[in-house]
């Protein structure tokens, strides 16, 4: 947390996981006394206010005022937690509403006029709550991304798998990486690695072109010379009858 606010607020000692606060409003002439998880973001707390206030997430400013009502600052980083701010039981966060609604319009419901609008039409919207959480990665979108990421994950590692499944240990094979020449060796692991995600071909190559020794970061996949090891994906190898190649660096 923070030691000092813009205001110049101290705070000691340890943080209590929740803090209570007064919710206050430019739409409104009411206070409201809400408790908040301090390890929510700025973005899902200005969620969680719209059932407070009325007023869109995405047209909210939120200033921080201390229980003695003096002005400490804002908070104005979307991605911060409520907790990073000097924020203190009996502090007020004041909400001040840009998207154009008059003082007291939300007060008495009876005089809102009932406005309904198609899914396609509010889904074009950018000032809508739907906006606001697909481009904050919140709620649902957060994890309708995170499952979409974790299938293409799950595509990949299955793809990789079958690519291996062909490549035998003992092979001869050819590497063919982008950006670097052709290079003949023999085929000595093929799996999974711990020092990276997905299937590793493990190739001990004809000549020290490689990179290791078949150890990784302190574990031994297999067995050869210093600069004779690498690891490669399994797109780029190719088994077959490939001799060895007199690359001349005996020469060298």
């Known amino acids: 947390m923070r030691g000092r606010g813009r205001g110049e607020m101290e705070v000691t000692g340890l943080s209590a996981p929740t803090v209570t606060v007064f919710i206050s409003s430019s739409l409104n002439s009411f206070r409201s006394e809400k408790r908040y998880s301090r390890s929510l973001t700025i973005a899902e707390f200005k969620c969680k206010l719209e059932l407070v206030v009325g007023s869109p997430a995405s047209c909210m400013e939120l200033e921080l005022y201390g229980a003695d009502d003096k002005f400490y600052s804002k908070l104005d ?16 966060i ?30 074009q919207r950018q ?9 904050s990665k919140l709620g649902r979108y957060n994890e309708e991304e ?62 020290p072109l490689g990179k290791n020794d078949g150890s990784v970061n302190g574990k031994r996949y297999f067995e050869c010379q210093a600069k004779y090891g690498a690891f490669v994906k399994p797109s780029v190898v190719t088994v077959g009858d490939f001799p060895e190649e007199d690359y001349g660096l005996d020469e060298m």
């Open 146 to 207: 995170r499952a979409q990421q974790e299938a293409e994950a799950s595509q990949r590692l299955n793809e990789e798998k079958t690519q291996a499944s062909a490549i035998p240990v003992g092979s001869r094979c050819e590497v063919r990486a982008p950006g670097q020449p052709p290079r003949r060796g023999t085929v000595m692991y093929v799996g999974l690695t711990d020092f990276k995600p997905g299937y590793w071909i493990g190739v001990r190559y004809d000549e």
């Open 77 to 92: 980083q979307e991605d911060a937690l409520l907790g990073s701010y000097p924020v203190d039981d009996g502090c007020r």
């Open 127 to 135: 000032d809508s709550v739907r906006s606001f959480l697909k481009r």
């Open 94 to 123: 004041h909400v001040i509403d840009h998207s154009g609604a008059r003082l007291g319009e939300y007060e008495d419901v009876s005089k809102v006029e009932k406005y309904q609008i198609s899914q396609e039409a509010y889904d």
